[in-house]
């Protein structure tokens, strides 16, 4: 973990709010575009943000968070309590959706979901390729950053207001793609549905804010080996690998608990893993909050 201070906050649109932590004790650890940190609050919550500063500012990260009214005590700490110059823990960064090189980009964002976005479209356009973004919200004044983008990009960013202006044509903005051009898309559930249909899926990357809905075999019993603690735990059906690891006394770190933000992320020795996260585990890894095994057995580095 790394030591922050809140340095700055500031709203930025409605129902959003900009936090500036300043690293303590040294420069923070390096990022790249569509990276995340982990923000352990002072309730005892962890929770997810992506990185929207400057990667060359290391004694600074920058993330915006927006105030969701059916929060689970994560984004509604974030706006009312929290303060100037107190101190945070955060994680290091992880990527688990990186800019790839391309020629030609086309950044698809839809509200908060701007945030891995912003970094990207500046690191995209310094490399010289065509970029594009288009940027979807309820109403200007609820879309983080949008004056700053147009005064930067220019006619290079569209700006769709639904209320206003309605939805872009997805299907339009594919045909309009070049032969070698990448879609990186971030927002809600039925944009990314829709940039699923609209896009080639080899050329689509996309960061959800919530796990796809996917249907698995019924779940069924296994065994979890610890290889580095001996011990063998039994992991019934219907109990989260995760669960049954920390009630056995081995704690892992986790966050979201539903497969997208890779905090979890274990090594498996031997065995079959079930894949259930919406992150695609590396080889040899796994994310036991949502995942199991297929095998009767995994054989964990634990």
């Known amino acids: 973990m790394q030591q922050t201070i809140i340095?700055?906050?500031?709203?930025?649109?409605?129902?959003?709010?900009?936090?500036?932590?300043?690293?303590?004790?040294?420069?923070?650890?390096?990022?790249?575009?569509?990276?995340?940190?982990?923000?352990?609050?002072?309730?005892?919550?962890?929770?997810?943000?992506?990185?929207?500063?400057?990667?060359?500012?290391?004694d600074r990260y920058r993330v915006a968070v927006r105030h969701d009214h059916?929060?689970?005590?994560?984004?509604?700490?974030?706006?009312?309590?929290?303060?100037?110059?107190?101190?945070?823990?955060?994680?290091?960064?992880?990527?688990?959706?990186?800019?790839?090189?391309?020629?030609?980009?086309?950044?698809?964002?839809?509200?908060?979901?701007?945030?891995?976005?912003?970094?990207?479209?500046?690191?995209?356009?310094?490399?010289?390729?065509?970029?594009?973004?288009?940027?979807?919200?309820?109403?200007?004044?609820?879309?983080?950053?949008?004056?700053?983008?147009?005064?930067?990009?220019?006619?290079?960013?569209?700006?769709?207001?639904?209320?206003?202006?309605?939805?872009?044509d997805f299907a339009t903005l594919a045909a309009g793609l070049g032969p070698e051009a990448l879609v990186f898309c971030c927002g809600p559930a039925p944009m990314l549905a829709a940039a699923d249909e609209a896009f080639p899926a080899g050329r689509l990357r996309a960061e959800r804010f919530r796990p796809a809905v996917r249907e698995f075999a019924p779940d069924t019993a296994f065994e979890a080996v610890c290889a580095r603690s001996g011990q063998t735990i039994e992991v019934p059906a219907g109990k989260p690998l995760l669960g049954a690891l920390n009630h056995a006394g081995i704690p892992v770190p986790s966050g979201c608990r539903e497969g997208v933000c890779g905090s979890c992320e274990i090594t498996v020795l031997d065995g079959e893993p079930e894949h259930r996260d919406d992150i695609g585990a590396p080889e040899g890894r796994m994310y036991p909050c949502v995942s199991r095994a297929l095998s009767p057995r995994l054989i964990l580095d634990l």
């Open 7 to 58: 340095d700055r906050i500031e709203p930025i649109a409605e129902d959003v709010v900009s936090l500036v932590l300043r690293g303590v004790g040294g420069p923070l650890a390096p990022w790249q575009p569509g990276a995340h940190i982990d923000l352990t609050l002072p309730n005892w919550l962890t929770r997810q943000y992506s990185l929207c500063g400057d990667p060359a500012e290391r």
């Open 70 to 168: 059916l929060s689970r005590g994560g984004s509604e700490y974030v706006h009312r309590f929290l303060r100037l110059a107190r101190p945070l823990e955060v994680s290091l960064p992880r990527n688990h959706f990186p800019l790839e090189p391309a020629p030609e980009y086309l950044f698809v964002a839809g509200g908060i979901g701007i945030t891995p976005l912003k970094p990207m479209l500046r690191s995209a356009s310094e490399s010289g390729a065509v970029v594009t973004l288009v940027y979807v919200g309820r109403s200007r004044a609820s879309m983080p950053f949008a004056d700053e983008l147009v005064a930067t990009y220019g006619d290079r960013v569209r700006i769709f207001a639904t209320e206003e202006s309605g939805r872009p």
